[in-house]
């Protein structure tokens, strides 16, 4: 019996995905987790994540990418980084639905049985991620063209997922995963059984947020899926909030000419423009953050409007 307990991360982007939505290179995604990895050896073991799963929107590309990037380095070096999943986040006619251990690419534009199904074929896992991501998305401005953040809501009790997320990172979801939280208590307390295992992830898409893991016994890639399989593994962590996620865009203003350079080149999708990347209120707190930096004191008063405005803002006054 393997004593160790892993942590996994089960749902990240590249901007090798469909939907040119993400600023990570697999090259930066791999380097990011090494070195909370390396952050492990300091004995913060909290940080450290034993397996990731690359999950672009509709390609299988940077699940590729990555897994060849990290096969590149010394033998020594690769123990420091995670283990790698393929997979991709496919959007089905009626929502996201990733898939875990993927060899192939599954089409997107299926009903959500039939992408299960197409997952499943080839040995691989169904996960609902953030099923009930709409709750909140009106209130903040998302949503909208291609509902790219779209989950399948009530149907992860009734379609045969092996997994949903039950805490998904980003700054929006957390009273999306409170409610998930909420309905599948009750559901298992009604059928005295749980119908699928629990995921906690980051849906990673900038150099910082990955708050959200999975805890399974073992630390290999087959131990996740023996864990996922036999629906025992534990959700852990929480969404990140405003303060995370400004920092994440303030990364990303420095690096995104050369992403878009990057991405010219390779003939990538792509990113998108910065103002449509980023709600305005995202892009005003942005500048605001960085005209105000080392001077705490003195923007005080002005500090304390801003959380007030985006409070406002989160609750759709
Ligand atoms: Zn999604
Ligand atoms: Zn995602």
């Given at each position: 019996?393997?004593?160790?307990?892993?942590r996994?991360?089960?749902?990240i982007?590249?901007?090798?995905?469909?939907?040119?939505?993400?600023y990570?290179?697999?090259?930066?995604?791999?380097?990011?987790?090494?070195?909370?990895?390396?952050?492990?050896?300091?004995?913060?073991?909290?940080?450290?994540?034993?397996?990731?799963?690359?999950?672009d929107?509709?390609?299988?590309?940077?699940?590729?990418?990555?897994?060849?990037?990290v096969?590149r380095?010394?033998?020594?070096?690769?123990?420091?980084?995670?283990?790698?999943?393929?997979?991709?986040?496919?959007?089905?006619?009626?929502?996201?639905?990733?898939?875990?251990?993927?060899?192939?690419?599954?089409?997107?534009?299926?009903?959500?049985?039939?992408?299960?199904?197409?997952?499943k074929?080839?040995?691989?896992?169904?996960?609902?991620?953030?099923?009930?991501?709409?709750?909140?998305?009106?209130?903040?401005?998302?949503?909208?063209?291609?509902?790219?953040?779209?989950?399948?809501g009530?149907?992860?009790?009734?379609?045969?997922?092996?997994?949903?997320?039950?805490?998904?990172?980003?700054?929006t979801?957390?009273?999306?995963?409170?409610?998930?939280?909420?309905?599948?208590?009750?559901?298992?307390?009604?059928?005295?059984?749980?119908?699928?295992a629990?995921?906690?992830?980051?849906?990673?898409?900038?150099?910082?947020?990955?708050?959200?893991y999975?805890?399974?016994?073992?630390?290999?890639?087959?131990?996740l899926?023996?864990?996922?399989?036999?629906?025992?593994?534990?959700?852990?962590?929480?969404a990140?909030?405003?303060p995370?996620?400004?920092?994440?865009?303030?990364?990303?203003?420095?690096?995104?000419?050369?992403?878009?350079?990057?991405?010219?080149?390779?003939?990538l999708?792509?990113?998108?423009?910065?103002?449509?990347m980023?709600?305005?209120?995202?892009?005003?707190?942005?500048?605001?953050i960085?005209?105000?930096?080392?001077?705490?004191?003195?923007?005080?008063?002005?500090?304390?409007?801003?959380?007030?405005?985006?409070?406002?803002?989160?609750?759709g006054?």
């Amino acid at each position: 019996m393997n004593r160790h307990i892993g942590r996994a991360d089960t749902h990240i982007h590249t901007f090798h995905g469909k939907h040119g939505d993400s600023y990570l290179s697999p090259e930066h995604v791999a380097e990011i987790y090494r070195q909370m990895n390396l952050r492990m050896l300091d004995k913060r073991r909290r940080l450290a994540r034993h397996v990731i799963a690359i999950t672009d929107h509709d390609t299988l590309e940077g699940a590729l990418r990555i897994l060849e990037y990290v096969y590149r380095q010394s033998m020594s070096e690769q123990e420091i980084y995670p283990k790698i999943v393929t997979g991709e986040e496919v959007t089905s006619l009626e929502g996201h639905i990733i898939g875990l251990y993927l060899k192939q690419h599954v089409p997107d534009k299926m009903s959500a049985s039939e992408t299960i199904a197409a997952i499943k074929e080839q040995g691989g896992l169904a996960v609902a991620p953030h099923p009930f991501t709409l709750l909140v998305l009106p209130f903040v401005g998302f949503g909208g063209e291609g509902m790219h953040y779209k989950g399948v809501g009530r149907k992860i009790f009734t379609l045969p997922f092996d997994a949903v997320e039950v805490i998904n990172a980003p700054y929006t979801q957390t009273v999306a995963n409170y409610w998930t939280k909420f309905l599948l208590a009750g559901y298992s307390v009604w059928h005295g059984k749980k119908p699928f295992a629990v995921l906690g992830a980051s849906d990673l898409h900038f150099p910082v947020g990955a708050t959200a893991y999975t805890k399974f016994r073992g630390t290999s890639p087959e131990d996740l899926y023996r864990a996922i399989s036999s629906r025992k593994t534990k959700a852990r962590g929480r969404a990140y909030g405003i303060p995370t996620l400004i920092t994440g865009y303030e990364q990303c203003l420095s690096m995104y000419p050369s992403l878009v350079e990057r991405c010219a080149e390779k003939k990538l999708p792509g990113l998108k423009s910065w103002d449509e990347m980023v709600p305005s209120n995202i892009l005003n707190a942005i500048q605001y953050i960085s005209e105000t930096r080392g001077h705490p004191r003195r923007y005080l008063h002005q500090h304390v409007a801003y959380a007030a405005r985006i409070s406002t803002m989160l609750l759709g006054l």
